[in-house]
């Protein structure tokens, strides 16, 4: 069973590592995936959770691009957008900007329910193999999913995250096993 709280608390803590924040947002801004989709399916994929299956991956990808889409976008944008205008809004401009950014995480953590209530049925996923040949397999289905193609930059900053996620993976090895489930 994948607890919501341990994988909530694991990606915070995943995406405080050096670079690790850095590369999501890249990979966010270029590929349009989710960041909090991403880390999950990399935290489940240590879990021994197993790969998603393509249909799963697909459908995966349509829900959280939508939940992006309609929620998570626009709170981004006024978060954003509140910030341009700190220097008239002064004190009420941080304090909403900090609202704002409190909801954006809450909205994150809804968006990780739903993607653990995807990853519950074993029918959506097949028996955990390894953990790096799952978790590229299952990144290389979310991505087609997306209709996402990495270039080489992004490959390099998947692998980074995954070699920061998956510690007992080197990322050269992580980025052999990504490229043979990308082109899969």
């Known amino acids: ?29 270029n590929l349009g995936l989710s960041v909090t989709t991403l880390l999950t399916l990399l935290w489940a994929a240590r879990q021994d959770s197993g790969a998603l299956t393509d249909r799963a991956a697909r459908h995966l990808a349509r829900r ?11 709170m981004r944008r006024a978060r954003r957008g509140v910030k341009e205008w700190d220097a008239a809004l002064g004190e009420a401009g941080l304090a909403l900007r900090a609202a704002l950014l409190e909801n954006e995480l809450e909205a994150e953590r809804m968006e990780q329910q739903l993607v ?17 040949g799952d978790a590229c397999l299952t990144v290389a289905r979310y991505l087609a999913g997306l209709a996402a193609t990495p270039d080489n930059s992004c490959l390099q900053q998947l692998a980074y995250v995954m070699s ?6 080197d990322g050269l090895h992580i980025a052999r096993v990504l490229d043979r489930a990308i082109d899969a």
Not at 116 to 132: F, I, M, V
Not at 164 to 169: M, Q
Request: proline share 8%; with cysteine.
């Open 1 to 29: 069973m994948l607890d919501q709280r341990s994988a909530w608390e694991s990606i915070g803590s995943l995406y405080a590592l050096p670079g690790v924040q850095q590369a999501c947002l890249a990979l966010q801004e």
């Open 64 to 74: 959280t691009e939508h939940y992006q889409e309609t929620v998570l976008r626009p």
């Open 116 to 132: 653990l209530e995807l990853l519950g049925p074993e029918q959506h996923r097949e028996p955990a193999d390894d953990p790096c």
């Open 164 to 169: 920061a996620v998956l510690e007992d993976y």
